[in-house]
């Protein structure tokens, strides 16, 4: 009982914020340096891994698909089984795992520990909004971002799934064929609803992470336990979303 | 610091502004089933310097978060300027600065720049202004040299003064300081005196402060205020603290060190 107390009135206080921002949104012109930083820092340490990651998931939905493909000779169909699931699904779910990995934990443990060295208190009594100056920029950067990295990670994933095509002896499909059925079958509509998903995961996480740092109570110890609590919410949110939102798009 | 402060010449406070007073009436605060302040009430003028002292755990720093609108009374009510120091509006009409006990400097930024972030987020001045009351801040603290060094680089009573530089930048009307001169050498302390003694006498503002200093109390107090087990035991002028009438207080004021009868065998008993 006092568990679903806590789960709603952590999802209340995390909508609150979000329209708080929104509120603060006028102001973004003056912060843009803020901006900026926070875009920068996003594509900066999610960019490498996000790269890597969707590579190796090309590879291996390619070699999965090549290995169950083979006996039926669909193996012309491989580019739009790897396109798709890129596309509409994993490269979205997977840029959002790893923002809240990397960029969420960061976010929150930088803002608990401004909670719990009292700097937010300070912000407060200098009748500077911490709202304003610490949340509304990340958020910003997050809509701008997530959506770039999650191109990046479709482009990186199809290409990966294209050399293993080619040099996978049980499948062997040149690049031009492999490319050609991924076009084939793959609308511009599956994209865009991949980057809709991904916009929404990136903003979920960005604000689950902050309310959850800038709600810290207590000393050092329980800035560790913020930043877990942080990372396991922004996962759950994401599969929960995930479904929403796909149904939604149907 | 050899001459006292110039702060006549200072850009701080030139705005006009009139000193704020603050009340508190029957205040009470408890954490849980844990009362820490119990049934305050006293009111500090306009332009008055209030010192408020007692034991550590007293309530002292509780009673300063209330004033700026941090703590929400669990009974009562504190007025800075005849408005509610618990709503948010309060601190959009009435400048107040408080300085941390523990500093509360934004760690991730320079000392330069944790001055200049209360004008530039306010937009006061130009950055050429800014830079000008920052660099008068801090020399003022005698901290010119700290001004590229990030927090982490400062000693403790560094950060103090920081913390009360960032806080002059604010040009307050209603100044709250967490025991300033506690991590600070004598003379650094009697500095810190003499600036808060001199903000008030010519920029009339509104002072209260946390401490254990006695001399700090002595000299530039306008009255005393003493915090014991979350009561107000003491209130008057400084000159009362020679011979205080309770006990208590005269202890906690004149400790006498006694080895044939220490104070921690006589809690075991
Ligand atoms: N947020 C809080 N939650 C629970 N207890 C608190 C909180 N803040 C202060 N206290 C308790 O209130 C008492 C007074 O604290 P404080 O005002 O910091 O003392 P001091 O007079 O030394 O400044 C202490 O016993 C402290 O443990
Ligand atoms: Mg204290």
């Known amino acids: 009982m006092r568990q679903l107390n806590n789960i709603l009135e952590g999802f209340g206080s995390t909508i609150l914020l979000l329209f708080r921002s929104i509120g603060y949104l006028p102001s973004l012109p003056r912060q843009f340096g803020r901006f900026v930083e926070q875009c920068y820092l996003i594509g900066y340490t999610t960019l490498p891994i996000v790269a890597i990651l969707s590579f190796f998931i090309g590879s291996v939905l390619a070699l999965q698909a090549g290995y169950s493909m083979q006996n ?179 | ?53 007692g034991p550590s755990g007293s309530g002292k720093s509780v ?72 660099m008068h801040a801090l020399q003022i603290l005698s901290l010119e040299n700290a001004a590229q060094k990030f927090p982490s680089e400062l000693s403790g009573g560094m950060k103090k003064r920081v913390a009360i530089a960032r806080a002059l930048v604010m040009e307050p009307q209603l100044m709250l300081y967490d025991e300033p001169t506690s991590e600070l050498d004598p003379v650094m302390g009697a500095t810190i005196s003499e600036i808060i003694a001199t903000l008030k006498d010519q920029y009339h503002v509104t002072t209260i402060v946390v401490s254990h200093d006695r001399d700090l109390a002595l000299n530039i107090a306008d009255r005393v205020g003493i915090l014991m087990g979350g009561r107000l035991v003491f209130l008057g002028p400084p000159s009362e603290l020679h011979e205080p009438k309770d006990p208590k207080v005269a202890d906690f004021l004149h400790p006498k060190i006694d080895l044939q009868n220490p104070r921690f065998k006589q809690l075991e008993t």
């Open chain 1, 72 to 250: 039926f000779g669909a193996k012309q169909f491989i580019g739009s089984l790897v396109g798709l699931s890129m596309a509409r699904e994993l490269g979205p779910v997977m840029v959002a795992i790893l923002l809240a990995g990397r960029v969420g934990s960061a976010i929150t443990a930088e803002l608990a520990s401004m909670k719990v060295y009292q700097e937010i208190d300070a912000l407060v009594t200098m009748n500077i909004p911490p709202v304003r100056m610490l949340v509304m920029p990340r958020l910003a950067a997050a809509v701008v971002m997530v959506p770039v990295l999650a191109i990046i990670a479709n482009l990186v994933g199809w290409f990966g799934g294209a050399i293993v095509s080619k040099y996978t002896n049980f499948i062997s499909i040149d690049p031009p064929a492999y490319f050609a059925a991924l076009r084939r079958f793959m609308e511009f509509k599956d994209v865009a609803n991949g980057l809709i998903k991904a916009e929404v995961f990136g903003l979920g996480v960005v604000l689950v992470c902050c309310n959850i740092g800038l709600n810290t109570r207590g000393g050092p110890r329980e800035i560790g336990a913020s930043v877990t609590r942080a990372v396991v919410t922004s996962l759950i949110l994401i599969l929960v979303l995930d479904y929403f939102v796909t149904k939604a798009l149907m």
């Open chain 2, 1 to 53: 610091m050899a001459t006292a402060p110039d702060v006549t010449r200072n850009p701080f406070t030139q705005t006009e502004s009139p000193a704020v007073g603050v009340t508190i009436e029957n205040l009470s605060k408890s954490f849980g089933t844990f009362e820490v302040l119990k049934d305050i009430s006293f009111a500090v003028k306009p332009g008055e310097i209030f010192v408020l002292m």
């Open chain 2, 63 to 134: 009673l300063l978060k209330h004033i700026v609108g941090l703590e929400m009374p669990t009974a009562g009510k504190v007025t800075v300027d005849r408005r509610d120091a618990a709503a948010e509006e309060t601190r959009e009409h009435v400048r107040m600065a408080l300085v941390f006990q523990a500093g509360a400097l934004f760690n991730s930024i320079s000392v330069y720049d944790n001055l200049a972030l209360y004008p530039r987020e306010h937009r006061i001045g130009n950055e050429a202004s800014i830079r000008e009351k920052v």
